[in-house]
C-alpha cells in the first residue's frame, strides 16, 4: 500500500501515531502540516485495512462468552412520522456482538435481532463447548437445541444484572465504548458505518503502540 506514495514512511508512521491515538484528521492534518485530503486518504486507507484484518479473523470463540446486540443510528423511514423506539423494535440498526472474556471482541451488522439471524452468527463464531451468557431475549432462545449446553442468562426485567459470573457486563462496556468513539464523528454515513464499527473492535483494550505496530505491518 505505501510503496508509490509521495510520503516518507516517517510522515506515514506519524499519520498512523495520529490515527491510533484517535487525533481526527482535521487536527493531524495541522499537527503534521498535511492537506487534509491527504489525511482523509490515509484514514480511509487504515480503516479499509483494518476491516479486511479483523473480517478475515477465523478462530472460533472459545470459554465464557457474553452475547448480546445494541442499535445505532437514528434511521428513520420516508414517511414515518411516529416518536422513535428504543432497543428491540427500533428503527435503529441493530449491530450483534459477541465478547470473550479474555477481552477479545467480534461485532456484525444484522438485518434483525430474531432468533435464527443471531444463531447463524453464534454457530459461525463460537465453539460449541463454550459457556454462553446473554439477557432474557427471545432471540437466544434454543442455544442448547443447536448444540451450546452451557447457555445461562441474566433478566434484566426483573433488574437483575448479575449473578455471580452470569452477567453480561463486558460486551455492555464495549457498547459504552463504541458508542462514545463514534459519537464524536456527529453521525457516520451508512456506507463507512462497518468500517467505523470494525476499527472500533480493533482498538478495545488496546495501547496506542500496539496499534501503530500492527497498522504498519497491515499496511506494508
Known amino acids: 500500500?505505501?510503496?508509490?506514495?509521495?510520503?516518507?514512511?516517517?510522515?506515514?508512521?506519524?499519520?498512523?501515531?495520529?490515527?491510533?491515538?484517535?487525533?481526527?484528521?482535521?487536527?493531524?492534518?495541522?499537527?503534521?502540516?498535511?492537506?487534509?485530503?491527504?489525511?482523509?486518504?490515509?484514514?480511509?486507507?487504515?480503516?479499509?485495512?483494518?476491516?479486511?484484518?479483523?473480517?478475515?479473523?477465523?478462530?472460533k470463540f472459545v470459554g465464557?462468552?457474553?452475547?448480546?446486540?445494541?442499535?445505532?443510528?437514528?434511521?428513520?423511514?420516508?414517511?414515518?412520522?411516529?416518536k422513535l423506539k428504543r432497543g428491540r423494535g427500533t428503527l435503529k440498526q441493530p449491530v450483534f456482538g459477541i465478547f470473550e472474556r479474555n477481552g477479545r471482541v467480534y461485532t456484525e451488522i444484522v438485518p434483525d435481532c430474531k432468533k435464527n439471524t443471531l444463531q447463524q452468527v453464534i454457530l459461525g463464531k463460537v465453539a460449541l463447548?463454550?459457556?454462553?451468557?446473554?439477557?432474557?431475549?427471545?432471540?437466544?432462545?434454543?442455544?442448547?437445541?443447536?448444540?451450546?449446553s452451557k447457555h445461562f442468562r441474566v433478566n434484566h426485567g426483573a433488574n437483575e444484572f448479575a449473578r455471580g459470573q452470569c452477567h453480561i457486563n463486558g460486551i455492555e462496556s464495549f457498547w459504552s465504548f463504541c458508542k462514545r468513539r463514534l459519537a464524536k464523528f456527529n453521525g457516520?454515513?451508512?456506507?463507512?458505518?462497518?468500517?467505523?464499527?470494525?476499527?472500533?473492535?480493533?482498538?478495545?483494550?488496546?495501547?496506542?503502540n500496539e496499534l501503530a505496530t500492527e497498522l504498519w505491518d497491515l499496511i506494508r
Request: aromatic share 16%; hydrophobic share 35%.
Open 129 to 148: 463447548e463454550s459457556v454462553i451468557y446473554s439477557d432474557g431475549w427471545r432471540g437466544y432462545n434454543g442455544l442448547v437445541d443447536v448444540g451450546y
Open 64 to 82: 465464557s462468552i457474553e452475547i448480546d446486540e445494541s442499535y445505532f443510528g437514528a434511521k428513520r423511514q420516508r414517511g414515518f412520522h411516529g
Open 188 to 208: 457516520i454515513s451508512k456506507e463507512y458505518f462497518d468500517y467505523h464499527l470494525k476499527e472500533t473492535e480493533w482498538r478495545w483494550m488496546r495501547e496506542p
Open 1 to 59: 500500500m505505501i510503496e508509490n506514495s509521495k510520503l516518507s514512511n516517517y510522515k506515514i508512521k506519524k499519520i498512523i501515531q495520529c490515527f491510533c491515538i484517535d487525533i481526527p484528521a482535521s487536527k493531524t492534518a495541522l499537527l503534521l502540516n498535511l492537506n487534509r485530503n491527504t489525511i482523509n486518504y490515509w484514514y480511509m486507507l487504515f480503516r479499509e485495512a483494518i476491516y479486511d484484518h479483523q473480517t478475515d479473523l477465523r478462530a
